[in-house]
């Protein structure tokens, strides 16, 4: 079992950044490829980025693509991810999720954070 809590959201205007961080805790927790989803009012959940349980792979969604940068510190059991140049877009629920095989698809992942809060004002 994996457990994972979000942290990091609020309320920031268009033009401003937040990271997110996303700490995990369970078994064997630093093998996990862990991605990032959000979802807003009326939308499916979309996925934003991934990363390997290495940190050598990452895969981001176009619409974030330079934008967003996402991180681990193994030692830690946290994923981080930094957001820059917010959008009012942007504004959705973030989730993190783990599995042992990173994916874009969001049933891929057994293991769900329970949801930040970001708000981007324009």
């Known amino acids: 079992q994996v457990q994972l809590v979000e942290s990091g959201g609020g309320l920031v205007q268009a033009g401003g950044s937040l990271r997110l961080s996303c700490a995990a805790s369970?078994?064997?927790?630093?093998?996990?490829?862990v991605g990032w989803f959000r979802q807003a009012p009326g939308r499916e959940r979309e996925f934003v980025v991934s990363?390997?349980?290495?940190?050598?792979?990452?895969y981001y969604a176009d619409s974030v693509k330079g934008r967003f940068a996402i991180s681990r510190d193994n030692a830690k059991n946290t994923v981080y991810l930094q957001m820059n140049s917010l959008k009012p877009e942007d504004t959705a629920i973030y989730y993190c999720?783990?599995?042992?095989?990173?994916?874009?698809?969001?049933?891929?992942?057994?293991?769900w954070g329970q949801g930040t809060q970001v708000t981007v004002s324009s």
């Open positions: 369970g078994r064997t927790s630093r093998s996990y490829s």
């Open positions: 990363i390997s349980w290495s940190g050598g792979n990452t």
């Open positions: 999720a783990a599995d042992r095989v990173g994916s874009s698809w969001p049933p891929v992942y057994n293991y």
